[in-house]
T-cell receptor
Protein backbone atom coordinates (compact mmCIF):
# COMPACT_ATOMS: atom_id res chain seq x y z
CA UNK A 1 0.00 0.00 0.00
CA UNK A 2 1.11 3.51 -0.69
CA UNK A 3 2.14 5.59 2.30
CA UNK A 4 3.24 9.17 2.82
CA UNK A 5 5.50 10.11 5.73
CA UNK A 6 6.18 13.57 7.05
CA UNK A 7 8.83 13.23 9.71
CA UNK A 8 8.56 16.74 11.14
CA UNK A 9 5.35 17.19 13.17
CA UNK A 10 6.15 20.84 13.94
CA UNK A 11 8.69 23.49 12.90
CA UNK A 12 9.35 27.12 13.67
CA UNK A 13 11.44 29.59 11.70
CA UNK A 14 11.99 33.32 11.74
CA UNK A 15 10.33 35.48 9.15
CA UNK A 16 12.39 35.88 5.94
CA UNK A 17 14.29 32.66 6.54
CA UNK A 18 14.19 29.63 4.27
CA UNK A 19 12.61 26.44 5.52
CA UNK A 20 12.43 22.93 4.10
CA UNK A 21 9.66 20.47 4.91
CA UNK A 22 10.38 16.79 4.39
CA UNK A 23 8.18 14.16 2.78
CA UNK A 24 8.86 10.60 1.75
CA UNK A 25 6.48 8.18 0.15
CA UNK A 26 6.31 4.55 -0.75
CA UNK A 27 4.95 3.14 -3.98
CA UNK A 28 5.72 0.50 -6.55
CA UNK A 29 4.13 2.54 -9.32
CA UNK A 30 6.07 4.56 -11.83
CA UNK A 31 3.50 7.12 -12.87
CA UNK A 32 1.97 9.23 -10.12
CA UNK A 33 1.48 12.75 -8.83
CA UNK A 34 2.74 14.53 -5.75
CA UNK A 35 1.29 17.57 -4.05
CA UNK A 36 1.84 19.95 -1.19
CA UNK A 37 -1.25 21.45 0.39
CA UNK A 38 -1.42 24.19 2.98
CA UNK A 39 -4.10 24.47 5.65
CA UNK A 40 -4.09 27.82 7.48
CA UNK A 41 -6.11 28.37 10.67
CA UNK A 42 -9.11 29.20 8.49
CA UNK A 43 -9.23 25.42 7.79
CA UNK A 44 -9.40 25.65 4.00
CA UNK A 45 -6.86 23.46 2.28
CA UNK A 46 -5.05 25.21 -0.55
CA UNK A 47 -2.83 23.63 -3.18
CA UNK A 48 0.71 24.99 -2.92
CA UNK A 49 2.53 23.05 -5.60
CA UNK A 50 2.33 19.82 -7.57
CA UNK A 51 4.73 17.55 -9.42
CA UNK A 52 4.23 14.84 -12.02
CA UNK A 53 6.51 11.88 -11.42
CA UNK A 54 7.50 11.65 -15.10
CA UNK A 55 8.91 15.18 -15.03
CA UNK A 56 12.51 15.43 -13.90
CA UNK A 57 12.42 19.18 -13.47
CA UNK A 58 11.48 20.34 -9.99
CA UNK A 59 8.27 22.36 -9.80
CA UNK A 60 8.44 25.98 -8.67
CA UNK A 61 5.70 28.42 -7.69
CA UNK A 62 7.09 31.81 -6.67
CA UNK A 63 8.68 31.36 -3.22
CA UNK A 64 7.76 27.66 -3.12
CA UNK A 65 9.84 24.97 -4.76
CA UNK A 66 10.25 21.23 -4.42
CA UNK A 67 13.17 18.87 -4.41
CA UNK A 68 11.84 15.74 -6.08
CA UNK A 69 14.12 12.72 -5.80
CA UNK A 70 12.27 9.88 -7.52
CA UNK A 71 14.77 7.14 -6.76
CA UNK A 72 14.81 8.08 -3.09
CA UNK A 73 11.02 8.61 -3.09
CA UNK A 74 11.48 11.99 -1.51
CA UNK A 75 9.49 15.14 -2.16
CA UNK A 76 10.53 18.05 0.05
CA UNK A 77 9.08 21.56 -0.01
CA UNK A 78 11.28 24.63 0.26
CA UNK A 79 9.77 27.96 1.27
CA UNK A 80 12.06 30.91 0.59
CA UNK A 81 11.78 34.31 2.26
CA UNK A 82 9.12 32.96 4.61
CA UNK A 83 6.25 35.26 5.55
CA UNK A 84 3.90 35.37 8.53
CA UNK A 85 1.09 34.27 6.21
CA UNK A 86 2.93 31.02 5.57
CA UNK A 87 2.03 29.88 9.08
CA UNK A 88 -0.12 26.82 8.51
CA UNK A 89 -0.30 23.06 8.50
CA UNK A 90 1.39 21.62 5.42
CA UNK A 91 0.36 18.28 3.97
CA UNK A 92 2.30 16.25 1.48
CA UNK A 93 0.09 14.07 -0.72
CA UNK A 94 0.51 11.28 -3.25
CA UNK A 95 -1.83 10.03 -5.94
CA UNK A 96 -1.56 7.19 -8.42
CA UNK A 97 -3.16 7.81 -11.77
CA UNK A 98 -6.90 7.17 -11.38
CA UNK A 99 -6.64 6.37 -7.70
CA UNK A 100 -7.42 8.13 -4.44
CA UNK A 101 -5.13 10.76 -2.96
CA UNK A 102 -3.18 9.86 0.19
CA UNK A 103 -2.05 12.52 2.63
CA UNK A 104 0.76 12.57 5.14
CA UNK A 105 -0.02 13.50 8.73
CA UNK A 106 1.18 17.06 8.21
CA UNK A 107 3.82 19.46 9.47
CA UNK A 108 2.71 22.42 11.53
CA UNK A 109 4.83 25.40 10.47
CA UNK A 110 5.13 28.54 12.57
CA UNK A 111 6.68 31.66 11.06
CA UNK A 112 7.91 33.87 13.88
CA UNK A 113 8.04 37.68 13.61
CA UNK B 1 -16.44 31.30 -9.71
CA UNK B 2 -17.84 30.39 -6.32
CA UNK B 3 -15.69 28.00 -4.33
CA UNK B 4 -16.62 24.70 -2.75
CA UNK B 5 -19.38 25.18 -0.21
CA UNK B 6 -19.93 22.88 2.73
CA UNK B 7 -22.89 23.06 5.07
CA UNK B 8 -23.26 23.22 7.93
CA UNK B 9 -19.98 24.56 9.30
CA UNK B 10 -20.56 23.18 12.77
CA UNK B 11 -22.69 20.34 14.02
CA UNK B 12 -23.22 18.75 17.42
CA UNK B 13 -24.85 15.35 17.59
CA UNK B 14 -25.39 12.65 20.18
CA UNK B 15 -24.09 9.10 20.00
CA UNK B 16 -26.41 6.85 18.03
CA UNK B 17 -27.84 9.62 15.90
CA UNK B 18 -27.23 10.02 12.22
CA UNK B 19 -25.99 13.05 10.32
CA UNK B 20 -25.94 14.33 6.74
CA UNK B 21 -23.33 16.74 5.47
CA UNK B 22 -23.61 18.63 2.21
CA UNK B 23 -21.06 19.75 -0.35
CA UNK B 24 -21.59 21.94 -3.41
CA UNK B 25 -18.64 21.76 -5.80
CA UNK B 26 -17.23 24.43 -8.04
CA UNK B 27 -19.38 24.86 -11.12
CA UNK B 28 -18.30 22.45 -13.83
CA UNK B 29 -16.48 20.09 -11.49
CA UNK B 30 -17.72 16.52 -11.74
CA UNK B 31 -15.67 14.90 -9.01
CA UNK B 32 -16.36 15.30 -5.32
CA UNK B 33 -14.32 13.58 -2.64
CA UNK B 34 -14.68 13.48 1.13
CA UNK B 35 -12.06 13.37 3.88
CA UNK B 36 -12.06 12.96 7.62
CA UNK B 37 -9.48 15.01 9.50
CA UNK B 38 -8.58 14.25 13.11
CA UNK B 39 -5.51 15.25 15.15
CA UNK B 40 -4.45 11.63 15.61
CA UNK B 41 -5.07 10.18 12.14
CA UNK B 42 -4.53 13.22 9.97
CA UNK B 43 -6.48 13.46 6.73
CA UNK B 44 -8.11 10.23 5.64
CA UNK B 45 -9.92 9.62 2.38
CA UNK B 46 -13.54 8.52 2.68
CA UNK B 47 -14.80 8.25 -0.88
CA UNK B 48 -14.95 9.96 -4.24
CA UNK B 49 -17.88 10.42 -6.57
CA UNK B 50 -17.68 11.19 -10.26
CA UNK B 51 -20.79 11.72 -12.38
CA UNK B 52 -23.02 10.25 -9.67
CA UNK B 53 -20.96 7.06 -9.34
CA UNK B 54 -18.63 6.13 -6.52
CA UNK B 55 -15.21 5.90 -8.14
CA UNK B 56 -12.94 5.30 -5.14
CA UNK B 57 -13.51 4.29 -1.55
CA UNK B 58 -11.39 4.47 1.58
CA UNK B 59 -11.27 2.10 4.53
CA UNK B 60 -14.21 3.29 6.56
CA UNK B 61 -17.09 1.19 7.94
CA UNK B 62 -20.41 1.00 6.14
CA UNK B 63 -21.88 3.58 8.54
CA UNK B 64 -20.23 6.14 6.29
CA UNK B 65 -21.99 6.55 2.97
CA UNK B 66 -22.35 9.15 0.32
CA UNK B 67 -24.07 10.04 -2.86
CA UNK B 68 -23.82 12.53 -5.67
CA UNK B 69 -26.65 14.19 -7.51
CA UNK B 70 -26.98 15.05 -11.17
CA UNK B 71 -25.89 18.64 -10.46
CA UNK B 72 -22.67 17.22 -8.88
CA UNK B 73 -23.67 18.25 -5.36
CA UNK B 74 -22.79 15.56 -2.88
CA UNK B 75 -23.96 14.44 0.52
CA UNK B 76 -22.23 12.33 3.10
CA UNK B 77 -24.17 10.42 5.70
CA UNK B 78 -22.93 8.88 8.92
CA UNK B 79 -25.33 6.61 10.76
CA UNK B 80 -25.20 5.41 14.37
CA UNK B 81 -22.68 8.06 15.36
CA UNK B 82 -19.83 7.18 17.68
CA UNK B 83 -17.66 9.47 19.79
CA UNK B 84 -14.74 8.68 17.49
CA UNK B 85 -16.58 10.20 14.55
CA UNK B 86 -15.90 13.66 15.97
CA UNK B 87 -13.75 15.30 13.32
CA UNK B 88 -13.47 17.93 10.65
CA UNK B 89 -15.03 16.62 7.45
CA UNK B 90 -13.63 18.14 4.31
CA UNK B 91 -15.04 17.97 0.85
CA UNK B 92 -13.06 18.68 -2.32
CA UNK B 93 -14.04 19.02 -5.93
CA UNK B 94 -12.12 18.78 -9.16
CA UNK B 95 -12.81 18.40 -12.87
CA UNK B 96 -11.95 14.75 -12.31
CA UNK B 97 -9.27 14.06 -14.89
CA UNK B 98 -5.59 13.33 -14.50
CA UNK B 99 -3.79 15.34 -11.89
CA UNK B 100 -6.31 18.15 -11.73
CA UNK B 101 -5.89 19.69 -8.28
CA UNK B 102 -8.44 19.38 -5.53
CA UNK B 103 -10.33 22.46 -4.42
CA UNK B 104 -11.41 22.16 -0.80
CA UNK B 105 -14.28 23.60 1.15
CA UNK B 106 -13.97 25.00 4.67
CA UNK B 107 -15.20 21.79 6.20
CA UNK B 108 -17.88 20.76 8.65
CA UNK B 109 -16.80 20.38 12.26
CA UNK B 110 -18.78 17.48 13.71
CA UNK B 111 -18.81 16.93 17.46
CA UNK B 112 -20.41 13.77 18.83
CA UNK B 113 -21.30 13.80 22.53
Amino acid sequence: AQTVTQSQPEMSVQEAETVTLSCTYDTSENNYYLFWYKQPPSRQMILVIRQEAYKQQNATENRFSVNFQKAAKSFSLKISDSQLGDTAMYFCAFMNVGDKIIFGKGTRLHILP
Amino acid sequence: KAGVTQTPRYLIKTRGQQVTLSCSPISGHRSVSWYQQTPGQGLQFLFEYFSETQRNKGNFPGRFSGRQFSNSRSEMNVSTLELGDSALYLCASSPGQGNSPLHFGNGTRLTVT
